[in-house]
């Protein structure tokens, strides 16, 4: 008797699904392989199997995703598939179920190059927060381009064109090849070195790894460092490379380039005659302002009396001037009065008036007043002051009380 739980075939397909669908490693697939039973379907799904020098695998790509594949894929072709392995339970069949193809080479190369993307990116050198602003009237710009190549003349030409002024250094290099790279970063560092407002890094298109160059990480860290705000106008609006993130602004052709890194001399010229028209506007309303101030002042009665200003002025000067005099004579008045009292107190305790009235002031010889008996002795002579005039006389007798 068997004692163990018995599963049914769907319960068992659906449990080896559910595993197959829970492993991370086969949830997130790169896988390299050559294609071989290649068939297309009406309903748009493609199926195929993917095998190396050992061993195969049954693989399918739905309809939805098969604008991620070649056009040209056919059996034989050595491909990159990214997707996940999971179970077709009605068969019991695992399989690789494809989101995403690229040949081999080719493919290896874009999936490096995405990779290189991601990681640059995640360092934030893609950021939009970090793209500084063209300047708007560069004095002079940089160019680093192929020599005598016609996206250099190109961009020169149309620099030129657009504003006659401005200064246009060119720091030619390598633009594809080997040794692109290299000389590239030799041009970034010599620009770095001289004085410019913008930098355009260019050159016309071409295929792919024609443009491979401009995908260097040495070169696009440097670029991310770079001063002065970089333009971008590598290949044609359809080709991107990492250069293309990393600068400031991009352009899709080397005329574009030139019309971002510059006003043309047109605009300048409608902007200043705009400003020039702004500016008579203004200084018409400013004089048309101060015309009608002057107008008002002008109507101020001042300067239809300007004696006015003064005039309550001076009558308070005056009223002010005749109080002042008025109080002035009271207080001499005042003052005289006192004066005539004092001169009254002064009379009435004079000598004269006190001799007027029977007293007499003695004197001895030496015109010394005598205030006392002591003061003098008989048969001395003294000089006695009386109201009229003074007596001679000499002391006969001194008694005193």
């Known amino acids: 008797m068997i004692s163990k739980d018995v599963f049914s075939v769907s319960a068992l397909n659906r449990y080896i699904k559910q595993m197959f669908d829970n492993d991370f490693i086969l949830r997130g697939l790169c896988l390299k392989?050559?294609?071989?039973?290649?068939?297309?379907?009406?309903?748009?799904?493609?199926?195929?199997?993917?095998?190396?020098?050992?061993?195969?695998?049954k693989a399918v790509m739905f309809a939805q995703n098969t604008r991620f594949m070649p056009s040209t894929i056919k059996d034989g072709d050595e491909v990159i598939i990214t997707g996940y392995v999971s179970v077709y339970p009605q068969r019991g069949e695992y399989q690789v179920y494809a989101e995403a193809m690229e040949l081999f080479g080719e493919g290896a190369q874009l999936l490096e190059l995405e990779l290189l993307k991601k990681k640059l990116a995640a360092e934030g050198l893609f950021d939009a927060s970090r793209k500084r602003k063209l300047v708007s009237f560069p004095s002079s710009v940089g160019v680093i381009s192929a020599p005598n190549s016609a996206a250099l003349a190109d961009i020169r030409t149309n620099l030129l064109r657009r504003n006659p002024l401005l200064n246009v250094q060119i720091f030619p290099s390598l633009v594809q090849g080997a040794d692109a790279p290299k000389s590239l970063l030799e041009a970034l560092k010599k620009a770095k070195e001289s004085n410019i407002d913008t930098l355009i890094i260019g050159r016309g298109g071409g295929a792919s790894e024609d443009l491979s160059a401009f995908n260097d990480e040495t070169l696009v860290r440097e670029a991310a460092k770079f001063p002065v705000p970089i333009i971008s106008a590598v290949g044609h609006e359809i080709d991107f490379t990492l250069i293309d993130y990393v600068a400031d602004a991009r352009a899709s052709t080397p005329t574009g380039a030139a019309e971002l890194a510059t006003i043309d001399k047109r605009e300048i010229y409608e902007m200043l005659s705009n400003k020039e028209i702004e500016l008579d506007e203004t200084i018409t309303d400013l004089i048309s302002n101060y015309s009608h101030k002057l107008e008002l002042l002008k109507k101020n009665s001042f300067f239809e009396n300007p004696k006015v200003m003064y005039e309550n002025t001076l009558i308070e000067v005056q009223n002010t001037s005749k109080r002042l005099d008025s109080f002035m004579n009271h207080l001499l008045e005042i003052e005289k009065q006192k004066l005539d009292a004092y001169k009254k107190q002064l009379k009435s305790l004079s000598i004269d008036n006190t001799l007027q009235r029977g007293f007499s002031i003695m004197q001895n010889e030496e015109g010394k007043i005598i205030t006392s008996i002591n003061d003098v002795e008989v048969n001395q002579l003294v000089k006695t002051r009386v109201h009229g005039g003074v007596l001679t006389a000499k002391v006969t007798n001194k008694e005193a009380k």
Not at 40 to 48: A, D, E, K, M, T
């Open 33 to 57: 392989g050559e294609i071989s039973n290649l068939k297309r379907y009406p309903s748009g799904h493609v199926y195929f199997s993917l095998k190396d020098e050992e061993s195969a695998i």
